[in-house]
C-alpha cells in the first residue's frame, strides 16, 4: 500500500512537470499557483517515497 501510494504520488508530479515543460516549450509562461501545485506534488511525492523506505524495511 506504502509503495502503491509512492508510485501515484511520482506519477501525479511527472504529469505536472511534464505539462508545464509542454507550456514552457510553447512559450507559454507557468503562474504561481501552478508552480506552487508542483512544489506540493514533489513535496507529497518525497514524503511518500520515504514512508514506503521506512514501511519496507525489514
Known amino acids: 500500500m506504502a509503495t502503491a501510494a509512492a508510485d501515484s504520488a511520482d506519477n501525479d ?29 514533489d513535496t507529497k511525492r518525497v514524503i511518500t517515497a520515504s514512508q514506503a523506505q521506512r514501511a519496507c524495511e525489514p
Open 13 to 41: 508530479y511527472n504529469a505536472l512537470k511534464k505539462d508545464l515543460q509542454r507550456r514552457i516549450a510553447n512559450d507559454g509562461h507557468p503562474d504561481k499557483s501552478e508552480l506552487q501545485a508542483l512544489h506540493d506534488a
